[in-house]
Structure formats: structure tokens, C-alpha cells
């Protein structure tokens, strides 16, 4: 089966560095994406690792490890907007269908 | 539309009714997922669509849940003789390559 696990909440102090781990159990496995939720509204995409290595986009960063089935999204400088839920999510490929399949979230609680 | 498009934005139905909601993709979308999302919870996952592929019905909870995707474009999932526990945001989401772009879903109270 396809399985993804990631802490269910993360608290942290404005202006410090958080990490979200996410860990992956799947067969035909393309890459890691990470979606942001805020209350209220729909998840957006927020980066994707095909490859082994950090991705930076200013102040996220998304890490994937291929070997390790592990990968991480890494937030700089919190700011209290960055309150939200932020959900792993994994592009496998089934019977010849590519299939996005996505974990149950992290809450991330941003203290001022 | 530039986005995807769910309607409608909220229903309130009685207990017992059946519901359609719809889910319009970005054009050109040739996967369709439609999630479930209970307050404060993570994505509960219900149907995939792929093409002309069949598709995946492996989340539906129970067979009072259907859908349908007519020409690989527009995508109804209809809720037979609602439950209470059915009141929950019905999220639409589709996808050509690696990133899935979501509707703003459907609230569903069931009264």
C-alpha cells in the first residue's frame, strides 16, 4: 500500500526556523510535493522535489531524500501568516496513471 | 475559467436528500481528484480520475458515494440519503504533470 507520515501538529516562535518532516512508504514513487492550507481556504502548492537534494524558494526550503524515503519542508524568518496546515504529498505512478497522494497535514502553530 | 471551479460554494440539505456537487478542472487537466476534508482534519482522499482510464474508487466510504467525469472535463460526485456524518468541505482538485490545483470546494451541512 501507499503510506505517508508527518507529525499531525508543529509549534514555533515568530521569526525562527521550523522543520515539517515527512516520511513515505510507496512503490512507483516520482517525487515529494508540499502544499500549504490556511484555515478556511483551499491547499496550494507550494514546491517539488524529483530529485535528491534541497529546493529553495525565499523563505521555504523542501528537502528530499530518495534513499531514506524522507524529506522535509524547512520554513525561515516565521511570520504569524505562515499559521497553517501544511500537507506532504507524493506523485507515484499506478498501472501506467500517474496518482498524487497526499498525508494528513501538519498543523504548524506560529507563537508572537 | 483560469482555475478550478466547484459549485455549490455551500449546501445545507436534510438528512436523507441526495446531493450533486460539481467540480469544473483547469482545461487541458487530464487527472481529477475529489478529497474530503472534515473541520480541523487532513485530506480524506474519495475518487481519482485519469483519463479515459477507470477510475479509482478505492476511497469512497460507502456506496452512497458515486462520480462521474463526463467528456474528461466536468465531474459530479453525488451523495445518496445524506448522513449527518457526510457534513464536511468536498475539495475538487486536477492536475496535468506534478502539481494539483484545487477548487475551493463545496461545505456540506447536513441538518
Known amino acids: 500500500g501507499q503510506s505517508l507520515e508527518q507529525p499531525s501538529e508543529v509549534t514555533a516562535v515568530e521569526g525562527a526556523i521550523v522543520q515539517i518532516n515527512c516520511t513515505y512508504q510507496?512503490?512507483?514513487?516520482?517525487?515529494l510535493s508540499w502544499y500549504q492550507q490556511h484555515d478556511g481556504g483551499a491547499p496550494t502548492f507550494l514546491s517539488y522535489?524529483?530529485?535528491?537534494g534541497l529546493e529553495e524558494t525565499g523563505r521555504f526550503s523542501s528537502f528530499l531524500s530518495r534513499s531514506d524515503s524522507y524529506g522535509y519542508l524547512l520554513l525561515q524568518e516565521l511570520q504569524m501568516k505562515d499559521s497553517a496546515s501544511y500537507f506532504c504529498?507524493?506523485?507515484?505512478?499506478?498501472?501506467?496513471?500517474?496518482?498524487?497522494?497526499f498525508g494528513k497535514g501538519t498543523r504548524l502553530h506560529i507563537l508572537p | 475559467g483560469a482555475g478550478v471551479s466547484q459549485s455549490p460554494s455551500n449546501k445545507v440539505t436534510e438528512k436523507g436528500k441526495d446531493v450533486e456537487l460539481r467540480c469544473d478542472p483547469i482545461?487541458?487537466?487530464?487527472?481529477l481528484y475529489w478529497y474530503r476534508q472534515s473541520l480541523g482534519q487532513g485530506l480524506e482522499f474519495l475518487i481519482y480520475?485519469?483519463?479515459?482510464?477507470?477510475?479509482?474508487k478505492s476511497g469512497l466510504p460507502s456506496d452512497r458515494f458515486s462520480a462521474e467525469r463526463t467528456g474528461g472535463s466536468v465531474s459530479t460526485l453525488t451523495i445518496q440519503r445524506t448522513q449527518q456524518e457526510d457534513s464536511a468541505v468536498y475539495l475538487c482538485?486536477?492536475?496535468?504533470?506534478?502539481?494539483?490545483?484545487f477548487g475551493q470546494g463545496t461545505r456540506l451541512t447536513v441538518v
Open positions: 510507496t512503490s512507483g514513487f516520482y517525487g
Open positions: 482545461s487541458g487537466h487530464t487527472a
Open positions: 482538485a486536477s492536475s496535468l504533470r506534478t502539481e494539483a490545483f
Open positions: 480520475f485519469q483519463g479515459n482510464s477507470a477510475p479509482d
Open positions: 504529498a507524493v506523485k507515484v505512478s499506478l498501472n501506467r496513471d500517474d496518482k498524487i497522494i
Open positions: 522535489n524529483a530529485l535528491d
